[in-house]
């Protein structure tokens, strides 16, 4: 068992066993647990503050004293930086697979980092575009590294209650970025053809630092392990544990040696060689995560890139005072995965899942028919949304959860880029410039047709993942599919 912490133990010429994902599974919540949240999940938050930013200014851009642009072209805009996304997360998930998760966590950001400066600099609709295709270049590319490491760096145990949380900081961004457009974009304070200026450049300030905190992070040891660079893997851990053992006072115990795993590493699997491990082995598998991602992305990007836009088009909300409006929203919607994710661990996947999907589903379908009849106040909208999104929330952090936990770790980066492509271009790209044409009809029946396509695909997502979900709780990533390199 010695053997097996401090060298691992040879099996063969090219073989060895180790306890390296036991002894990871096992820890204690740590410092270095708070830091990989902080350090890594931050992405989410950083998102969250573009989308609201780029919801709340909808209205303000349409102004003739700023960009002069229409609803459909703000939804194009929209998607070109879903579709941005979409590219950055298949590049780099296929990069940080082969050369690991740590050096993307840098290009990624930086590439945020150069396009939000960018966007923040915009004169016309072309460079607008242009520039938010960059942004979403960069949070595409951090999808993939960021939801992979986590997964592979945090307890079993805990992974399902961190991951949704994490998933759900999205929406601390979404609520700092509604505070700021409070100010940024009421003239009384700055002047609508300067505010929405200020409100991107802010996020280019936050990215700086989150640069800087990331060195402390170390490299995926599951990801060296299955490389072959075992000497590396044992040196993260024992600081790891180290640092653990300094907090809590004592030594930590090694897991059974049973449960060690044999590895004998390969080469890059490849492109082609991923696809066909996920279509054909884990065709299942790639049935529900499109599923669900498909569900969430379309629901999510049709309703939040357009929300301003609808408070300001039916209900005659000022651009103004549009953010203040996604306050209650960002909060519901980050009080979901929080007070919700635990059952994700303990009730199990396949229940939460399916219920979060229906019960934002039904509530969606409600309030569009009440919109379409006109029964509704902007307020009372308002408070419908943020009921829905408090169940929709943790639905669309599970969909990352699920496609992050079901695949090898061989290919784990690339499976959430593949996923998070697939779902955001059927789901994600279309929906904010098809909901902005709905929108421009004037029509509450046209756009009660979008809310009603949203509610089928939700309804869909929870049916499949009752028949084919994965019982994933508690279970060390190992056991959920097995590494190519242990088999």
Do not use: K
């Not at 995965?337 to 039904?362: E, H, K, N, Q, W």
């Not at 969909?399 to 492509?421: D, G």
């Amino acid at each position: 068992m010695d053997s097996l912490r401090s060298s691992d133990s040879p099996s063969g010429a090219n073989e060895f066993l180790t306890l390296i994902p036991a002894r990871l599974d096992r820890l204690p919540w740590s410092r270095f647990h708070t830091l990989i949240v902080v350090g890594l999940g931050i992405t989410w938050a950083l998102d969250g503050l573009e989308v609201t930013l780029m919801g709340a200014i909808g209205a303000v851009l349409q102004r003739p004293d700023t960009l002069g642009l229409n609803a459909a072209q703000i939804g194009f805009i929209s998607s070109c930086y879903l579709a941005g996304a979409v590219a950055g997360a298949l590049v780099f998930g296929h990069l940080t697979d082969r050369h690991g998760r740590r050096r993307f966590f840098f290009i990624s950001l930086a590439l945020y980092l150069i396009g939000v400066a960018l966007t923040a600099c915009a004169w016309n609709l072309a460079s607008f575009a242009i520039f938010r295709t960059l942004t979403g270049a960069g949070i595409g590319g951090e999808y993939a590294a960021i939801n992979s490491a986590i997964d592979e760096l945090v307890p079993a145990r805990i992974r399902g209650r961190v991951d949704l949380i994490v998933n759900g900081s999205f929406w601390l961004g979404a609520a700092a970025g509604s505070l700021s457009g409070i100010v940024l974009l009421n003239p009384r304070f700055v002047p609508y053809r300067f505010g929405w200026h200020i409100g991107f450049a802010i996020g280019a300030v936050i990215g700086l630092a989150i640069l800087y905190l990331r060195n402390f992070i170390p490299e995926s040891p599951r990801w060296l392990l299955m490389h072959g660079h075992r000497g590396e893997a044992e040196a993260v851990v024992v600081e790891i544990e180290r640092a653990v053992e300094d907090r809590i006072g004592y030594p930590l115990d090694l897991p059974d040696a049973a449960l060690a795993i044999r590895i004998r590493p390969r080469g890059p699997i490849g492109i082609a060689g991923a696809l066909r491990t996920i279509a054909i082995r884990y065709w299942r598998r790639a049935l529900l995560g499109l599923t669900l991602m498909v569900a969430q992305a379309f629901t999510y990007n049709a309703i939040f890139f357009t929300y301003a836009i609808v408070l300001n088009r039916f209900y005659g909300v000022a651009a103004a005072h549009a953010a203040a409006y996604l306050l209650p929203f960002a909060a519901a919607n980050f009080a979901g995965p929080v007070i919700m994710s635990p059952l994700f661990d303990t009730v199990g996947r396949r229940r939460m899942i399916a219920a979060t999907y229906a019960i934002a589903a039904l509530i969606l379908i409600l309030t569009g028919a009440m919109f379409a009849r006109g029964m509704l106040t902007s307020f009372e909208q308002g408070l419908l949304w943020t009921l829905m999104f408090f169940f929709a929330s943790p639905a669309a952090s599970s969909a990352y959860l699920t496609v992050s936990e079901i695949f090898p770790l061989e290919i784990r980066a690339l499976a959430i880029a593949i996923f998070f492509a697939a779902g955001t271009t059927i789901g994600g790209v279309a929906a904010p410039w098809l909901f902005g044409r709905l929108i421009d009809t004037g029509s509450r029946v046209a756009l009660l047709h979008g809310y009603l396509t949203a509610t089928a695909l939700m309804l869909l997502a929870a049916a499949v993942e009752i028949i084919i979900g994965v019982p994933a709780e508690r279970q060390s990533l190992e056991s959920i599919a097995p590494p190519l390199a242990a088999e």
